[in-house]
Structure formats: structure tokens, C-alpha cells
T-cell receptor, first 112, second 116 residues
């Protein structure tokens, strides 16, 4: 089965700096890669996703890049703000095959 | 539209008991998945139901089971509870993946199960 590894497990940045979280996957059949943000005591929420037919996707301060050859994808957050503090999960799945494999999570702390 | 609703929010059970958790997906979503979230193991897939049929299954023992009703509401059952079953159980619904719609899970707020 698929194995998703996520690094780092914790990340502390100063407000305004950039943050990068990296994930690797093992199954070349995976073609859909979402990122979820989970604030303390709340549900995970989808913040951005990418399908394997593109290499990069941006949404305001958030971007995701995908390298299919190397089987890794990354989340980039620019101009971080205290409200970005949360746990971020990456996942890999086959599109329309609803079984997601999640990374272990990255706890991001943005210091004001 | 209304989100994914899970009930109850909190449960405390004793070892050996059984428990049933409920999930109502977003209207129109026919796929409902269940995940177990623990600090040590992260988010682990339990199973997925689509149109009342279990379509995918994770690597959990047979004590964990589920079902889906014709209105897409789903229930998850855990029998003979163990201390290690203490976790946040998340339900997630998903649409059909049309290009006009965000593909991906919408999670419920979860049921926090504590086994004592």
C-alpha cells in the first residue's frame, strides 16, 4: 500500500517568514495530493490540492508543488501570520478512489 | 449547504462495551469515510461507504464495522472496546469529483471517544 512521509514534525517561524512542509509518497498510482489544516480542537479543512497533471498550484499565500518523478510534494506558505499556526497534513490518493493516506502531520507555530 | 454532522461529540465508555457513532454527510454526497485520529498514529483510514456498500477498508480489526443507509447517513460501530480505541473518530464526506466541484474530503467535527 501507499506510504506517506511528512517532514518536519514541528516548524517554528517568525511572522512574515515563509514555511515549507515536505511529503514523499511511495505508490506511483497516486495522482491526487491534498493538504489539510487542523486548528486546535477543530476539524481538518482542505486548504489546497494538486492533481498529478500539474506541477504547481497557487492560492494567494499558499502554493503546492509536485515532483512526480521523485514522488514528493511540498506546501509553501509565504508571509506567514499567527492564524496560520495549526497542524498541517498532507495526503496521497488515487483520484476517485476514496482512500487517502495521510502524513503524520506538521505542527506549525508562527511567532508574532 | 450544511456541513458534515457527527454525533455524539463526546463519549466515555468502559472496556468491553460497544459504541455506535453517527455521521450525516453533506446533502448530495454519497461517499462517507471514517478515520481514527490519535496523537501517535495520526489519521488512519477505517473504511469508506458509497451507496450503502463498503467500497474500501483499512487495516483495522473486525471489531470496527460500519454501515450506510439509503439517505447516505453512516454509522460506525466498535465492539468489545479496548483502552487503545480512545481517539477522535472523524467522518468525511465527498462529492463526485466533478471538475466544477472541489474534490476532497469535508470532515465532520469528530466524536471524541474515551475508553476507561
Amino acid at each position: 500500500g501507499e506510504n506517506v512521509e511528512q517532514h518536519p514534525s514541528t516548524l517554528s517561524v517568525q511572522e512574515g517568514d515563509s514555511a515549507v512542509i515536505k511529503c514523499t509518497y511511495s505508490d506511483s498510482a497516486s495522482n491526487y495530493f491534498p493538504w489539510y489544516k487542523q486548528e486546535l480542537g477543530k476539524r481538518p479543512q482542505l486548504i489546497i490540492d494538486i492533481r498529478s497533471n500539474v506541477g504547481e498550484k497557487k492560492d494567494q499565500r499558499i502554493a503546492v508543488t509536485l515532483n512526480k518523478t521523485a514522488k514528493h510534494f511540498s506546501l509553501h506558505i509565504t508571509e506567514t501570520q499567527p492564524e496560520d499556526s495549526a497542524v498541517y497534513f498532507c495526503a496521497a490518493a488515487e483520484y476517485n478512489f476514496n482512500k487517502f493516506y495521510f502524513g503524520s502531520g506538521t505542527k506549525l507555530n508562527v511567532k508574532p | 449547504k450544511a456541513g458534515v454532522t457527527q454525533t455524539p461529540r463526546y463519549l466515555i465508555k468502559t472496556r468491553g462495551q460497544q459504541v455506535t457513532l453517527s455521521c450525516s454527510p453533506i446533502s448530495g454526497h454519497r461517499s462517507v469515510s471514517w478515520y481514527q485520529q490519535t496523537p501517535g498514529q495520526g489519521l488512519q483510514f477505517l473504511f469508506e461507504y458509497f451507496s450503502e456498500t463498503q467500497r474500501n477498508k483499512g487495516n483495522f480489526p473486525g471489531r470496527f464495522s460500519g454501515r450506510q443507509f439509503s439517505n447516505s447517513r453512516s454509522e460506525m460501530n466498535v465492539s468489545t472496546l479496548e483502552l487503545g480505541d480512545s481517539a477522535l473518530y472523524l467522518c468525511a464526506s465527498m462529492g463526485q469529483g466533478d471538475v466544477s466541484e472541489n474534490y476532497g474530503y469535508t470532515f465532520g467535527s469528530g466524536t471524541r471517544l474515551t475508553v476507561v
